[in-house]
């Protein structure tokens, strides 16, 4: 699983995204969001800025987010109609990004150490044979944090790039599927891989939200005075 997660790390990224957010009627809201994403420590820690640009009801928003290897990850929302920025606690982890069916947990990949791993056997995902591997959180906290009991991820056998997921609520129920459409190839040297297109169903209110990156752009020079709070905060 440490493979998987390594595999789509870049050394720093600027992209320009849409997401969709559609209801159980089919009704969409489309929003604009401008994305950096940069390594440091040597990869330990990757550090990423979320800003909306459209529409005007959430343009300013954005999330701040410092992504560590082994400590729990830290997060600031800056909502621009109170001029102000708040941290995301752990316990908020688990809901909703922004209306979306993406929780603030899915922004970020999870920390092995707070979950057991194994896996389960093979299955073919879109022509790619995939590991099939289950997480399952350590105790309780680790489970409300997430918001699942168990996640069953297709880890592609070849790049290790991640084909979709399958979450399970806290009571065992199926309750969301992610599934990957779009991934290219950002960093051929390194062999690092972006996804381009995701796509996440809740099985058990009919919503579902896709996320689109419409252009992207490698770039380990993205400049480190987009990752602190006082420029998540400009307008």
């Known amino acids: 699983m440490d493979r998987a997660i390594g595999a789509t790390r870049v ?3 600027e992209a320009v995204s849409t997401m969709i957010i559609i209801d159980s009627k089919g009704r969409e809201r489309v929003r604009k969001l401008a994305q950096v ?4 420590e040597d990869g330990k820690t990757e550090k990423k800025l979320t800003r909306f640009l459209s529409p005007a009801d959430v343009k300013g928003t954005g999330l701040l987010i410092y992504d560590y290897e082994v400590e729990d990850d830290d997060m600031w929302l800056y909502m621009p109609a109170l001029r102000k920025t708040r941290r995301i606690v752990s316990s908020e982890k688990a809901k909703s990004f922004m209306g979306s069916e993406f ?3 899915d922004m970020t990949p999870p920390n092995l150490d707070d979950f057991g791993c194994k896996i389960l056997g093979e299955q073919e995902i879109n022509g790619t044979l995939c590991w099939e591997m289950e997480l399952i959180p ?3 906290d680790i489970a409300d944090e997430y918001g699942f009991s168990r ?9 290790f790039v991640i084909r979709g997921a399958v979450y399970y609520d806290l009571d065992g129920s199926l309750h969301k599927e992610m599934t990957i459409g779009k991934i290219t190839l950002l960093d051929p ?3 690092k891989y972006r996804l381009l297109e995701l796509l996440m169903v809740n099985k058990q209110n009919g919503r579902k939200s896709i996320m689109k990156v419409d252009q992207i752009q490698f770039n380990p ?6 990752f602190t709070t006082r420029y998540l905060e400009r307008e």
């Open 11 to 13: 050394a720093g990224a």
């Open 37 to 40: 994403t940069k390594l440091y």
């Open 103 to 105: 929780a603030y947990a």
């Open 138 to 140: 350590n105790d309780e």
């Open 151 to 159: 996640r069953i991820s297709y880890i592609g056998k070849e790049d």
């Open 189 to 191: 040297e390194n062999k």
């Open 221 to 226: 020079d993205v400049k480190d005075e987009y």
